[in-house]
């Protein structure tokens, strides 16, 4: 697994020199820096007195002549740790090439320590007393919340993707790239999976959520195929079952599905399809959205409209009215010698009936199908003669006119 590298508080020049090409690195497979391995085995203690002349001019010995000099001052900066951290942004810019190198690297190695001190307190500090700067922790508490449960998640994701989380905080355009990185390095190591038969790790796929739960961050339909692949793996599954995390997972996903995805009807399905195996309510945008939108494909049609079912309240009787208009097919099957045809118009008939209180069998739904996940399944809502259909519908329309508010 990738170790985090980052920290939430740097520019977003100083994540992009600094901190994407290990990222990326470790994407292709390579060795992470002997930098970021560093940092974790130094001392964890910052000098107290620090000059800005000395360190100036320990900046400047990085691009001595002499090898052992420059060793020197990069050990010595290591040491010195966040005091030095201005000193190495402005020489991420230095016109000396040897002392861009080496700052970067001492730099990667300084924030690496800084954030693994900043962990640890924010771990110690479970009721929140103390204000913490580590990326995203404004917006996840928020989102999310701030109790002990929900610093736990926070502290799991921070070290599973810190990079990640920093890149989002500071940088939005980077992170979905960094994110779609990220995912694709992560699928293809599912692909070939350790003797332990470890798979994505919770901390990792609810920083994916998370991050692309923020409108500001670009999220390609590569990205976003990972993203749902992941959300329905035996980690997520598992901690759904937790009374503690379930509530949590819930928050992150339904900021996932709630994006506007109204140019792209694939990812509003496949969001949709989320939101009906979690039972998220955050499905019913996208849901009102898909059966608003004209021209929708009948087969994801037909998901919206048990998504309003399940999902929904009486107030959305109104939108799934006009469907009863609608002829087009979805489903056929063969019961009894019989041809069974399920049309739009069935599917939103019977989840009219559920939104109001009714029984399906009242309406002809004699071999109607419960679906624990979609509500129902979809073909056993069909009807083999059309005056069956038109009865049921005639039906709805004397109960919908008996209503004392049209419905």
Wanted: hydrophobic share 45%; charged share 20%; aromatic share 6%.
């Amino acid at each position: 697994m990738m170790r985090a590298t980052g920290c939430g508080f740097f520019s977003p020049v100083v994540w992009l020199l600094a901190v994407l090409p290990l990222v990326m690195a470790a994407a292709e497979g390579r060795p992470e820096s002997e930098a970021a391995h560093a940092a974790i085995s130094q001392s964890q203690v910052y000098p107290d007195q620090v000059s800005p002349a000395q360190v100036d001019r320990l900046v400047r010995q990085l691009g001595h002549s002499s090898f052992v000099e420059r060793q020197k001052a990069s050990r010595e900066l290591k040491q010195i740790g966040i005091p030095a951290k201005a000193a190495l942004e402005a020489a991420l810019a230095h016109p000396d090439a040897e002392v861009r190198f080496r700052a970067r690297r001492i730099l990667v190695s300084v924030l690496e320590l800084d954030f693994q001190v900043k962990l640890e307190a924010f771990l110690a500090d479970p009721d929140g007393r103390s204000d913490t700067d580590l990326a995203g922790w404004p917006r996840y508490r928020a989102l999310v919340g701030g109790d002990p449960a929900a610093r736990r998640l926070f502290a799991e994701m921070q070290r599973a993707e810190h990079d990640l989380l920093a890149a989002a905080a500071t940088a939005p355009l980077m992170a979905g790239e960094l994110l779609e990185a990220r995912c694709h390095q992560l699928q293809q190591q599912a692909q070939f999976p350790n003797p332990a038969g470890e798979q994505v790790a919770l901390g990792s796929i609810a920083s994916f959520l998370f991050v692309a739960g923020q409108e500001d961050v670009p999220i390609t339909q590569q990205a976003g195929a990972f993203l749902n692949s992941f959300s329905h793996q035996q980690a997520i599954q598992q901690a759904m079952s937790e009374v503690e995390r379930a509530g949590l997972l819930k928050k992150l996903l339904g900021a996932w599905v709630r994006r506007d995805f109204r140019n792209d009807p694939m990812a509003s399905y496949q969001n949709l399809m989320l939101a009906l195996r979690y039972g998220l309510k955050d499905g019913i945008e996208p849901a009102l959205d898909m059966v608003q939108a004209p021209g929708t494909p009948p087969q994801m049609l037909q998901y919206a409209v048990l998504a309003l079912g399940k999902l929904g309240s009486r107030e959305h009787v109104a939108d799934l009215e006009p469907l009863l208009q609608n002829e087009t097919v979805c489903a056929n099957q063969e019961v009894d010698d019989q041809e069974v045809q399920t049309q739009v118009r069935d599917v939103a008939l019977a989840a009219l009936v559920r939104l109001t209180g009714q029984q399906a069998r009242e309406y002809g739904f004699l071999r109607a199908q419960d679906n624990a996940m979609i509500l129902f399944n979809t073909p056993s809502f069909g009807f083999a003669d059309p005056s069956q259909r038109e009865a049921a519908l005639k039906k709805w329309r004397d109960w919908s006119q008996a209503q004392p508010d049209g419905r």
